[in-house]
């Protein structure tokens, strides 16, 4: 299995209350990603990092930003939380963006937002 | 830009018996397709991929997939169901000039003794 570790495993938070979710790989892979996982909606990108401090926006990412300091972290940061941001959260790590590049995917973390 | 559709939410096999998993996509260039595993509690694990060499795609565990072109399909068989493959099933697709992946909405695969 690819070493990637993401932190914590699960998380209940009010709303209004910022969090932060972190992934760590040990693949020294360049691209990272954040995912959430909906009921009905397999998986969202939110963000993803091509290196570091170089990060672009996924198809959900309204009320998320990222940050990228060191190859092998990446974070997820929502600065004030709603309900509507509960989901369990996937990290994922792959060698290049090439299309038929697979990404492997980290254990995910659950969060909840009451 | 390309999608997926799993044409079932639900699918229940006894052990032992076909398992069949359905798949279709729409990708305005050649695509990579996936399918991937994923446990209770658990990430997604890669079961294959098909990156336009052989059609027929196998697998761990004894799945296999076949890429269709004229049907956009790509369906996920195994011969003989094993109580171990009662998981979430997520096909995905993504084109070759970039690793933008779209996840279908997973098929729940239950498996009965």
């Known amino acids: 299995d690819a070493g990637i570790t993401q932190s914590p495993r699960h998380k209940v938070t009010e709303t209004g209350t910022p969090v932060t979710l972190r992934c760590h790989q040990t693949?020294?892979?360049?691209?990272m990603y954040w995912y959430r996982q909906d009921p009905g909606h397999g998986l969202r990108l939110i963000h993803y990092?091509?290196?570091?401090?170089?990060?672009d926006k996924g198809e959900v990412s309204d009320g998320y930003s990222v940050s990228r300091s060191k190859t092998e972290d990446f974070l997820l940061t929502l600065e004030s939380a709603t309900s509507s941001q509960t989901s369990v959260y996937f990290c994922?790590?792959?060698?290049?963006?090439?299309?038929?590049?697979?990404?492997?995917f980290g254990d995910g973390t659950r969060l909840s937002i009451l | 830009a390309q999608s997926v559709t799993q044409l079932d939410s639900h699918v229940s096999v006894s052990e032992g018996t076909p398992v069949l998993l359905r798949c279709n996509y729409s990708s305005s260039y050649s695509p990579s397709l996936f399918w991937y595993v994923q446990h209770p509690n658990k990430g997604l694990q890669l079961l294959l991929k098909y990156t336009s060499a052989a059609t027929l795609v196998k697998g761990i565990n004894g799945f296999e997939a076949e890429f269709k072109k004229s049907e956009t399909s790509f369906h996920l068989t195994k011969p003989s169901a094993h109580m171990s493959d009662a998981a979430e099933y997520f096909c995905?697709?993504?084109?070759?000039?970039?690793?933008?992946?779209?996840f279908g909405a997973g098929t729940r695969l239950t498996v009965k003794p």
């Open positions: 990092s091509y290196g570091v401090k170089d990060t």
């Open positions: 995905v697709v993504s084109d070759l000039r970039n690793n933008d992946m779209r």
């Open positions: 994922a790590i792959s060698e290049s963006r090439a299309g038929n590049q697979p990404q492997h």
């Open positions: 693949e020294n892979h360049r691209y």
